[in-house]
């Protein structure tokens, strides 16, 4: 009730109404991308290729159901968000292994100008890098019009200039719409998706329609579950001593610092999925002929093996412990309490505060590691408990969770800007 509420009286605002029906036009010209085949491609092949089966496995399944079915069918936006996400986060990387990158990052509005300028070079270098891998693969299964050079260049091409449409229209989302445009695209392609998978599953279990019912029940529940980790936050209680000057007492009081369960989001879970598909992707590429003993090595690498559920398992906390020490700086937090004079009860300022915010900040990243491993491993357990395939997972349902009230924080936000307008 909340959202439509929400929705409701944003609708009211005359500037919010214009944001939101720009939004909804991106939505619709996202769409129209999403449903072109580019040229150079015979699109009957490549229905023919979806309905038999060569485009399944749960990798083309997720990064088709984030585009939302453009992957699948080489469409104009077959790319996606791809290349402008992995460009944003080897940026964040560089800030912290580059030092102009960081002086840049603090110098509020132009450097966050310039670090968009390099993140769009990189996403321009990583879309070719994708549309001549895409390309190459649709050419090596003979989805391609002819074998020409010329077509060749034409289908990766339309692929880079898709990628990059895309992140324009995130950008315009950010700037003129409501909530982030990345997030939306992505966003708009799981729900499209959505019915889709549900429609597959009824009809291949068809003669036993408890299977799907079960189905259900368990993805409400894990909305449920990904709503409340998503909120969930650990409050740390922080005292301010009261100081004087003049007739004045300024400070007092107590803050809180809170600190989320889900500090890294899906990041973790996107960063080991792509680590433990690289060398099949490698090797469909390039159509390596393996040897016996190498195609055992990959067996024991396949995710749903159980070496390799294992190593996707450490991946995950590996790297949602990693960011974490990047979105939570305890010796940082430590030292400004104790400039502005505050601190933790219980606890000394300084070097004891950090120590404790260092294992709180752990133990809660545990939990979050946890939290996301449930949701990413989803998939085995519909597989081997219901013995259905799924596209949607823990991992796509947690970015719509995160995406939707990310979206209403920021309406009511704005709303709440716009109602104290007049005092201001």
Known sequence: MDLFKTLKNAWRVPELRRRIIYTLWMFLFIRIGISITVPGVD????????????STGFINQFYGMITGGAHQQLALFALGVGPYITASIIMQLLQIAITRLEELSKEGEDGRKKINKYTRYVTLVLA?????ATTFNASRNGLLVDSSILTFLLVMF???????????IGEQITEKGIGNGISLYIFIGIIYSLPTNFISIFQLNSDKIYIPILVLIVFIALIAFAVLMSQGERRVAVQYAKRTAGRKVYGGGQQYIPIKVNLAGVMPII????????????????????????TKVLSYLDW????????????????????????????????????SGGFIPGIRPGKPTSDYLVGLGTRITLLGAIFLTILALMPLVFYYVFKVNVAFTGTSLLIVVGVVIETLKQLESQMLMRHYKGFL
Request: glycine letters at 8%; hydrophobic letters at 55%.
């Open 128 to 132: 070719l890098l994708n549309a001549w």
């Open 271 to 294: 960063f080991a999925m792509s680590i433990m598909s690289t060398p099949q992707i490698i090797i469909g590429f390039t159509g390596a002929q393996l040897s016996s003993t190498w």
């Open 158 to 168: 339309s692929f880079v200039a898709g990628s990059m449409l895309v992140m324009w």
């Open 304 to 339: 749903t093996s159980g070496v390799g559920s294992v190593i996707y398992i450490v991946l995950i906390f590996a790297f949602a412990f990693f960011y974490s020490t990047i979105a939570f700086n305890p010796m940082e937090i430590a030292s400004n309490m104790k400039k």
């Open 43 to 54: 699109r009957g092949l490549v229905m023919n290729a979806i309905s038999s089966g060569d």
